[in-house]
């Protein structure tokens, strides 16, 4: 669980080899969006659109 504040950035690292240690490193937050069943890992895209949509549903008012 988390929450996102205005200013936020997000940066999604790609499926094989995640973000570099470098920009980990720069990060205030790291956030892991869990994954059931048989699957290793989310397509980077998909793992976008599930911020982006809880950025969105965090940040309902004053959003136009």
Not at 9 to 20: D, F, K
Not at 37 to 59: F, K, P, Q, T
């Amino acid at each position: 669980k988390t929450s996102f504040k205005s200013g936020d950035t997000i940066l999604i690292g790609n499926e094989a080899n995640g973000v570099s240690e470098q920009v980990l490193m720069l990060a205030d937050k790291l956030i892991i969006i869990p994954i059931y069943g048989r699957a290793e890992s989310i397509n980077a895209s998909v793992a976008g659109a599930v911020l982006m949509y809880e950025w969105r549903r965090n940040n309902k008012d004053g959003v136009k």
